[in-house]
């Protein structure tokens, strides 16, 4: 999935604290985290590797637990159309160091309340794995197009 913005429900910001001035302001503008150029981007090569590459809102969540279907309710009337334990706080400190970001997700597994059976890291691990080639020839596509352009 690509990201196209993220709602933050880690409980924690990586930018608490003392603030450095000359890394980044103090508080950072967060209304284009994904960069537009990028995403599109990455829209145009999977669509030359005949990918359907879904945009979407990624909820990021604390974990190490998977979510509960009342969680995965509510994470949808938010908005939500993916939930993962990463990519957040990266975002935001690359947004507060002036770094473009593109945000890509690989979808392991579905939520929690929308298919019988219980999650699995396993199940996780497996898809990972099966889709990895995918990912990787999106990603290099991805990153030879931006050498081409720049």
């Known amino acids: ?3 196209t913005d993220h709602i933050n429900l880690m409980g924690d ?13 103090r508080f950072p503008d967060m209304s284009q ?12 090569v999977a669509s030359q590797q005949g990918l359907d590459l879904r945009q979407g809102i990624y909820a990021g969540v604390q ?29 935001i400190v ?5 770094m473009r970001v593109l945000g890509l997700s690989c979808i392991t597994n579905m939520a929690a309340g929308i298919l019988p059976q219980p999650l699995s890291h396993e199940e996780v691990l497996e898809t990972s794995s ?20 720049l």
């Not at 910001?13 to 302001?25: A, I, R, T, V, Y």
């Not at 637990?65 to 706080?89: K, N």
């Not at 690359?94 to 002036?98: E, I, P, R, S």
């Open 63 to 91: 974990g190490p637990t998977f979510e509960t279907p009342a969680e995965i309710g509510m994470l949808r009337a938010m908005g939500a159309d993916a939930v993962g334990m990463s990519t957040v706080p990266e975002v």
């Open 13 to 25: 910001n990586p930018l608490q604290g003392p603030n450095d001035e000359s890394l980044g302001l």
């Open 130 to 149: 099966r889709v990895m080639p995918v990912f990787i020839k999106l990603i290099s596509g991805i990153l030879a197009k931006v050498q081409e352009l």
């Open 94 to 98: 690359a947004n507060y160091l002036g």
């Open 33 to 44: 985290a994904y960069d537009p150029w990028l995403r599109s981007l990455a829209q145009e």
């Open 1 to 3: 999935m690509l990201i």
